[in-house]
T-cell receptor
Framework: DTGVSQNPRHKITKRGQNVTFRCDPI?????LYWYRQTLGQGPEFLTY????????KSRLLSDRFSAERPKGSFSTLEIQRTEQGDSAMYLC?????????????FGQGTRLTVV | GENVEQHPSTLSVQEGDSAVIKCTYS??????FPWYKQELGKRPQLIID?????GEKKDQRIAVTLNKTAKHFSLHITETQPEDSAVYFC?????????????FGTGTRLTIIP
């Protein structure tokens, strides 16, 4: 297990198209988070899962966004009818809760460019 | 919700000098304060963290201090080296109550001048 893995690393899409990203967390981690990072800003929380249950969604997550973690392992984030404002780095993180160490480990992200 | 402010946005220091980055948070329920380092094009990586039951924590050249009363915490890097150049993010969360989502500051771009 080499850490949190995200695919693809880069995605260029035309406005109006749908895109889907995948995140494979560290295998024993039960928590999985999605964040969005725009240039010059810190990551912003989008949503998180405890195993397969989606427990919270940010107001940033419009109804064009949907995330799943069907078997409590990998997760997908889909954006429908993409807009230029969706261009950002989408980061996934995982952790194990509860525990002494709740460190969130980040993936390298998927950079989305909407043209 | 939580709001984290971070200063300065950019910081340049001579190699060997110290660097200090400061953050404030708004939610008194926050009890976990990690610092992440992000190099260009790479993932954020945890460099040090502190919990609210501790006032200071040190790991080699890196230290973090926390003032719960004032709701601020700081990152101190001593004897800076060129490889310390990166963007540093502070964050806050409320650990132990079922939601460990992180609220990040806007980042500090640290440049070490050789």
């Amino acid at each position: 297990d080499t850490g949190v893995s995200q695919n693809p690393r880069h995605k260029i899409t035309k406005r109006g198209q749908n895109v889907t990203f995948r995140c494979d967390p560290i295998s024993e981690h039960n928590r999985l988070y999605w964040y969005r990072q725009t240039l010059g800003q810190g990551p912003e929380f989008l949503t998180y899962f405890q195993n397969e249950a989606q427990l919270e969604k940010s107001r940033l997550l419009s109804d064009r966004f949907s995330a799943e973690r069907p078997k409590g392992s990998f997760s997908t984030l889909e954006i429908q009818r993409t807009e230029q404002g969706d261009s950002a780095m989408y980061l996934c993180a995982s952790s194990f809760v509860p525990g002494e160490n709740t460190e969130a480990f980040f993936g390298q992200g998927t950079r989305l460019t909407v043209v | 919700g939580e709001n984290v402010e971070q200063h300065p946005s950019t910081l340049s220091v001579q190699e060997g000098d110290s660097a200090v980055i400061k953050c404030t948070y708004s939610d008194s329920a926050s009890n976990y304060f990690p610092w992440y380092k992000q190099e260009l094009g790479k993932r954020p990586q945890l460099i040090i963290d502190i919990r609210s039951n501790v006032g200071e924590k040190k790991d080699q050249r890196i230290a973090v201090t926390l003032n719960k009363t004032a709701k601020h915490f700081s990152l101190h890097i001593t004897e800076t080296q060129p490889e310390d150049s990166a963007v540093y993010f502070c964050a806050a969360s409320d650990v132990g109550f079922g939601n460990e989502k992180l609220t990040f500051g806007t980042g500090t771009r640290l440049t070490i001048i050789p």
